[in-house]
């Protein structure tokens, strides 16, 4: 493998002393997409925010390392950040409609981008501006530099956003649920537009998101995330196929059985994630868990290596669900509730 | 918050109850003033005219707490003495004001439409013209008797009132238990007065105090310029003038009064303050 | 252009109105300021009191009597003082000076000191640079002008001379000294008028402060000086520019008193005497002029405002 552009070691987030995103670790090979997935308030934003270094009192980094090529970017100076940031990472940010300045123009917007660090005079800035808001697909870039962000549709406003993010030739963009906020017909739009763009550059890419239809087509791998932690990651092919983790399983079983968006199939899982400051000892989903034992609560349980995929999980599902119960988990096989067994993949 | 699911007419059930614990120093320090004010002859050994004109301009010392005037007239004795004009002036318009005030905002804010738009218009003509300009003008036409002083700095002073009173009102009669109630058939004026005035109390209460904090100052800056309380009658606005003409020869003389009005202006604005914050506080259910 | 047409009706109506209001209040009483001013003097008669009221205008109906004021002013003349029987509009002429200088200055030293004075405290809030700035401005607003003048005055010219105590230097004659007289008196106002400014500025930084808008800024790299003045300042600025048209009528409100305090001949002063007199030519026409300042500056900066914000200008010309 070759060296990570991005290696987030053990990152810890808190509000105020609540810790909300409890060490996370991922690492991001030059032009790999890394999918973040899991519901609101698993922390998925959090990190991302927290990796650009753009979280907001009382939220803070309480721990671990962000490697951007051999800079922490945990223990950088605000202006050595400043020159990091834009340049070498960028951010799309979920509600494109807030996100851009309502006072300027959507070229100065974007020649601001390019100015803050790449020192080019006013008019070759201005056409760099012109060709990148072309080729985020805004019709009439030239003309388009000089009109505001409410005169553009959502999707439009989102095409300028990843203009902006690729305004200096990142080499990680993170995506923080970039289709969120868009209409169903303009989502897929502007994932493949990331997509293409992305690949004709190479910029690696995190897509933080909540929908798994939308990671599937995208990602390579995939990370899914509950209550600040990792409980699953593994290539996305393997993840649809054998999720190992109950959590992941569920959500996957949600989405390819009944081929709905996740956001309304999350009830399918009963129970609420545990509020920040409420989570359980042990494993942090076993009162959700269909699958959960005493053991489970006994002690933090370690994501562990499990035929290519990293689990967080005493009793994973069994990796070839055709054959049975998985070996370490068969004393316990008659305990699953039926509820449990139907959610089971169909392979 | 509401722990009950079903709409009830609430009696007093959602009436108010603020706790306040011990009252904040800026409240004491107003009690303070306005109790030695009020008990002047018991402070003070000196009547306020008692003339000594062997020494006029005493420095201040045991006897003469703030020194004295060009007359030799205790400075503190007049200022409690002054104190009671400029309190009684006050407080007589902070009540007109917010009588006419809330009448004038609640109606705006219960006959929506026609007779809302004349009163809050009329609202907004009287705030266009500064308020002290607009006391002249007044002063000039009705004179500057202590009641038409009080009368004056009193309905300047509700159009911010009503204003006030008018958004607070609209707030609470969009709460479901008053559309509930009128659907229950209760009536308009009794919700008003029984329901709706309880809720809005703190927020005009609030506003009484910054006006307090107004009056205070058009009656010092009227009686300043000699259009307020006439001397031999005095008012901390009438010996801020006084000493004002003894500049060079005293500035205790006026920096005194200067200091008094100061103070009392900054507590009522700080007490303004905690009162319009302690509506959200915890409400204790009775 | 919708918005322009209608503010601009609702300030003329506005002006309209407040004219009437002080007319009438100044004719409410029967009072007769002709006997008034003549008094009991000697040789005083019937007659002689007749003329003067009808030189004045005073013996026509009060309907018409407003309809002359106004037509009158239409062109410049606003009638003669009950008093001095000099031309009101001269009067004011000679008087607006001192006045309009002393509001310029004091609105635009309130604004020079409350702008830096709320990125401060926004940066950080409720921290301690935060507490302190609030804490001075509501100190501040407990500051009427006058008595903030005499403070000024006992503390700059009577204890060390560095400023004038009384006086007003027209800029023509000694832009110097003319500076020199105007500092004190700028004081006064901005004391009490910054922290208006100061508190609403701030509330809009420090919301402008979490937005997105300003989240994007710091993720492209800007530095946080470069956030804060092109994208925090002026998304709080904008609404925060009605606070210039209230502050102006503060100013000009408190004029009339730091004039009285400071001994300028401004407008102040005169509708100060002219109410001792009872002298409503002069009154009635500078209280309005006052007035209609305050409501021009406050129509400005409301069209100003729409003017700056694309959302609501439109499309670019």
Redesign the interface.
């Known amino acids: 493998m070759t060296a990570p552009v991005l290696d987030v070691r053990d990152l810890q987030v808190a509000i105020g002393t609540t810790p909300v995103v409890r060490g996370i670790s991922f690492q991001l090979a030059p032009g790999e997409r890394l999918g973040l997935v899991g519901e609101s308030g698993s922390g998925k934003s959090l990190t991302a925010l927290s990796i650009m270094g753009l979280n907001r009192d009382p939220i803070r980094v309480s721990g671990g390392q962000v490697m951007l090529g051999g800079t922490d970017l945990l223990g950088l100076s605000r202006a050595e950040l400043d020159r990091v940031r834009g340049a070498r990472i960028s951010m799309i940010y979920q509600d494109p409609a807030s996100s851009l300045n309502p006072l300027m123009t959507v070229g100065a917007q974007i020649v601001e981008a390019i100015n803050l660090h790449d020192k080019v005079e006013r008019g070759q800035a201005r056409a760099r501006a012109a060709d990148l808001l072309g080729d985020v697909g805004v019709p009439n870039p030239r003309q388009r530099l000089d009109a505001y962000p409410h005169e553009f549709s959502g999707g439009m406003r989102q095409r300028v956003m990843i203009a902006i993010a690729l305004a200096c030739q990142p080499e990680v963009l993170l995506c923080d649920e970039p289709t969120t906020a868009l209409d169903v017909t303009t989502q897929s739009l502007v994932i493949n537009l990331i997509d293409r763009l992305c690949s004709e550059r190479g910029v690696a890419t995190v897509l933080i998101t909540h929908d798994l239809g939308v990671a599937a087509g995208f990602c390579d791998n995939i990370a899914v995330m509950y209550a600040g932690q990792l409980v699953e990651q593994s290539s996305t092919g393997t993840l649809f196929a054998n999720a190992r983790h109950p959590y992941s399983h569920a959500l996957m079983s949600a989405t390819v059985d009944l081929g709905v968006d996740v956001t309304t199939a999350l009830p399918a899982i009963a129970g609420q994630p545990p509020l920040p400051g409420t989570i359980p000892r042990g494993c942090s989903f076993r009162p959700r868990c269909p699958r959960a034992v005493e053991a489970c609560a006994d002690e933090p349980i370690d994501l562990l290596s499990l035929d290519g995929s990293l689990v967080r999980c005493i009793r994973p599902i069994s990796s070839d669900p055709g054959s049975g119960t998985h070996p370490g988990t068969a004393r316990d096989a008659a305990v699953d509730t039926p509820a449990a067994q139907e959610r089971m993949p169909n392979a | 918050m509401a722990e009950s699911g079903t709409i009830s007419v609430p009696t007093a059930a959602r009436r108010r109850r603020v706790t306040l614990r011990i009252p904040p120093i800026s409240v004491l320090l107003l009690l303070i003033i306005v109790l030695m004010c009020v008990f002047a002859p018991l402070v003070t050994p000196f009547g306020p005219n008692d003339v000594d004109p062997a020494h006029p301009f005493a420095a201040a010392s045991g006897q003469h707490w703030l020194g004295t005037d060009e007359l030799g007239r205790d400075l503190l004795t007049r200022l409690l003495y002054g104190g009671r004009l400029s309190l009684t002036v006050c407080a007589g318009s902070v009540v007109i004001a917010f009588l006419i005030g809330t009448i004038w905002g609640v109606s705006a804010a219960e006959r929506r439409g026609f007779v809302e738009e004349i009163l809050m218009r009329t609202a907004d003509v009287t705030m266009a013209i500064p308020q002290i300009l607009f006391a002249l003008v007044c002063v000039a036409a009705f004179g500057a008797s202590l009641l038409s002083l009080t009368v004056i700095t009193g309905l300047l002073l509700a159009p911010t009132s009503a204003r006030m009173a008018r958004s607070v009102t609209i707030q609470e009669t969009s709460l479901d238990y008053y559309s509930a109630g009128i659907a229950y058939g209760a009536g308009k004026i009794r919700l008003l007065t029984r329901e709706v005035f309880p809720n809005i109390l703190p927020a005009l209460a609030s506003q009484a105090v910054i006006n307090a904090a107004s009056a205070m100052i058009l009656e010092a800056s009227l009686s300043f310029v000699g259009l307020g309380v006439q001397p031999p009658q005095m008012s901390w606005g009438v010996l801020l003038q006084q000493g004002y003409g003894f500049l060079y020869n005293d500035p205790t003389y006026a920096v005194a009064p200067a200091v008094l009005i100061l103070v009392t202006v900054f507590c009522l604005n700080l007490a303004a303050n905690r009162l319009g914050s302690t509506r959200h506080r915890k409400v204790v259910r009775p | 252009m919708q918005f322009v047409i209608k503010r601009v009706v609702i300030s003329a109506i506005?002006?309209v109105?407040?004219s009437v209001?002080?007319f009438a209040?100044?004719r409410?009483?029967p009072?007769d300021p002709v006997a008034a001013r003549l008094g009991t003097a000697q040789g005083v008669n019937q007659a002689m009191i007749d003329r003067l009221r009808s030189s004045a205008g005073l013996d026509r109906p009060l309907v018409s009597q407003y309809f002359s004021w106004v037509a009158g002013m239409t062109h410049g003349n606003l009638g003669r003082s009950y008093f001095t029987d000099r031309q009101v509009s001269s009067m004011i002429l000679s008087a607006l000076g001192p006045t309009l200088e002393l509001t310029v200055l004091g609105v635009a030293l309130s604004v020079l000191v409350a702008v830096p004075a709320a990125m401060a405290a926004a940066r950080r809030p409720r921290g301690w640079l935060d507490r302190s700035i609030t804490a001075i401005a509501?100190?501040g607003?407990?500051?009427?002008p006058?008595?903030a003048g005499?403070?000024l005055?006992?503390v700059f010219s009577?204890t060390v001379h560095w400023f004038p105590?009384r006086g007003f230097i027209p800029l023509t004659q000694d832009p110097v000294q003319n500076l020199r007289s105007m500092i004190l008196p700028s004081i006064s106002l901005a004391a009490g008028a910054a922290p208006l400014i100061l508190r609403y500025l701030r509330s809009e930084l420090v919301t402008a402060l979490?937005?997105?808008?300003v989240?994007?800024?710091?993720?492209?790299?800007?530095?946080?000086r470069r956030v804060m003045l092109?994208?925090a300042l002026?998304?709080a600025a904008?609404p925060s520019l009605t606070m210039i048209g209230l502050i102006t009528?503060?100013t000009?409100?408190?004029s009339?008193?730091v004039e009285?305090?400071f001994g300028f001949s401004g407008l102040g002063a005169l509708?100060?005497q002219?109410?001792?007199r009872?002298d409503?030519a002069v009154?009635?026409s500078v209280?309005l002029l006052?007035?209609a300042l305050?409501?021009l500056v406050s129509l400005t900066v409301d069209l100003l405002g729409w003017w700056?914000?694309?959302?609501t200008r439109g499309?670019?010309g």
């Open positions: 506005l002006l109105a407040t209001l002080i209040i100044l409410a009483l009072g509501s100190a607003m407990a500051f009427p006058f008595v005499i403070l005055i006992i009577i105590a979490n937005s997105d808008y989240r994007t800024a710091a993720g492209k790299g800007a530095p946080e092109r994208h002026p998304n904008l009528g503060y000009l409100g408190g009339v008193v009285y305090v509708s100060v002219a109410a001792f009872r409503y009154l009635q209280v006052i007035s305050f409501i700056l914000d694309p959302r499309h670019r």
